[in-house]
């Protein structure tokens, strides 16, 4: 097997030299790694790093364009919008800084609920409501505004508007820095308000101005200066809803210098308005400004209105209050406007408590004189006569109180500087025909 010349011998031996310094050579390298071995791998980790980071940076498809805010999104969806779409609100806080605007008829905008879709107006910069309409067959629901600079939904010029089940707050309580109006359609026809909630209006929570067929119902207003408002309007039903904690809780009213006027037909009923005692914060020279804190009900200067089977308990002025525009000490420039109530029907109502404080002067004086709470129902007694004296109308003719749970009643004799008040009910006790139940297509 093995050579016998000296030559075979080193050509048979040259192999295994070889293969002996390269069994040197790998054992040096292994020991030369693992004696490296941790400074190698962080090394080649670092550069893997670098490379991928260089790949990324030149593969322009991996590149993330900037997230549209969701307010930019939201008014981009509202000026788009065709007729017979649905804008979904996520559930979320979402923050806007300017008005919203909305033009085009059929819309519906959605949220998750009116506790868990917000809109926050909290840092608005411009604009003068949160949301502006201007469309018919207009829907909005399940979601809330909060926090506008000025009114937050007005809603102008529209027909078949449905707003349900929509919170409008401002969430620092009652201000006179908060906006005035919480869900406010004006001019508008065919309007359904059901299930809403407001709170914090500088003015009036649910406010409907200058309309006709209107519906309020289910629905709570509560820390506003007025909680419900129907104005100049005719044609309203007004049930099943609660306002507490307001200044004024439902406010019937007709005002001169509008657009629209001769207010009337507005039913009042089975509504519960209790303990509406917060102090009057209404900006300076707001005509609610002047309802005294502690009103429940409220009709000033309105025709054919009948309040009925309401449960009206604790507020302090008075549960029930029915006026004339005079009342308000204001010269009044409009000759066409009428400042004198009629055919008021008060009946089948509850009281509980109340007139214990009121914020008047002519009933506080009246509450002194007497030593009882003020009666649950008052009339200012001023009415409309001729040049002579002689009034227009029969008492009956302009209020009519009959079946409720107390007949406490007094006419306050405003027209003689409330000289000679009168506690007798007996020319007011009587019954009016009932009105007509309001109907329209979208409030089935």
């Not at 409501?129 to 399940?142: K, R, T, Y």
């Not at 200066?225 to 507490?244: K, Q």
């Not at 109530?341 to 008060?346: K, M, S, T």
């Not at 008492?395 to 306050?412: A, Q, T």
Request: glycine share 8%.
């Amino acid at each position: 097997m093995f050579a016998t010349r000296p030559d075979e011998f080193y050509t048979a031996v040259q192999p295994i030299k070889d293969f002996a310094k390269l069994s040197r050579g790998i054992i040096n390298m292994r020991k030369f790694c693992d004696l490296n071995n941790y400074h190698f791998s962080r090394m080649l980790f670092l550069m893997g790093i670098a490379a991928s980071a260089f790949l990324n940076g030149c593969d322009s498809e991996n590149i993330s364009e900037p997230a549209i805010p969701f307010e930019e999104q939201l008014q981009e969806k509202l000026i788009s919008a065709t007729s017979g779409e649905v804008i979904t609100i996520p559930e979320g806080v979402h923050n806007i800084s300017r008005s919203l605007s909305l033009n085009v008829s059929g819309v519906t905008i959605k949220g998750e609920g009116m506790d868990k879709s917000i809109l926050s107006y909290k840092n608005q910069v411009q604009g003068a409501e949160g949301l502006l309409v201007n469309a018919d067959n207009f829907v909005i629901e399940d979601l809330a505004i909060e926090d506008t600079t000025g009114d937050a939904i007005k809603i102008n010029n529209s027909e078949n508007v449905t707003i349900r089940r929509v919170r409008t707050e401002w969430t620092g309580g009652p201000l006179t820095t908060n906006g005035a109006y919480g869900i406010y359609p004006v001019q508008s026809r065919n309007i359904l308000i059901d299930g809403a909630v407001a709170i914090g209006a500088s003015d009036a929570g649910i406010y409907v101005g200058q309309s006709t067929n209107i519906i309020v119902r289910n629905s709570r207003a509560e820390y506003n200066v007025a909680g419900i408002e129907i104005e100049n309007s005719t044609f309203a039903d007004v049930y099943n809803n609660i306002a507490t904690n307001n200044t004024g809780g439902i406010l019937i009213f007709d005002l001169p210098n509008l657009p629209v006027q001769g207010g009337r037909n507005t039913r009042v009923f089975k509504n519960k308005v209790y303990t509406n005692n917060v102090e009057n914060f209404a900006p300076e020279g707001n005509i609610v400004g002047s309802v005294p804190a502690g009103t429940g009900i409220m009709v000033l200067a309105n025709d054919s209105i009948e309040v009925f089977e309401n449960e009206l308990s604790q507020n302090q002025t008075a549960n029930i209050l029915v006026v004339s525009y005079l009342i308000n000490n204001i010269p009044i420039n409009d000759p066409l406007f009428d400042p004198y109530p009629e055919a008021i029907y008060i009946h089948a109502n509850t009281f509980i408590g109340g007139g214990m404080e009121p914020d008047s002067v002519p009933l506080a004086s009246l509450k002194q004189a007497t030593g009882e709470p003020v009666p649950d129902i008052v009339w200012d007694g001023d009415k409309a006569t001729t040049e002579d004296g002689q009034a227009l109308l029969d008492p009956f003719e302009i209020l009519c109180i009959s079946n409720n749970s107390s007949e406490n009643f007094v006419n306050l004799d405003a027209g003689n500087n409330f000289q000679t008040p009168s506690f007798d009910i007996s020319p007011h006790q009587c019954e009016l025909p009932a009105l007509s139940k309001v109907e329209f297509a979208s409030a089935d």
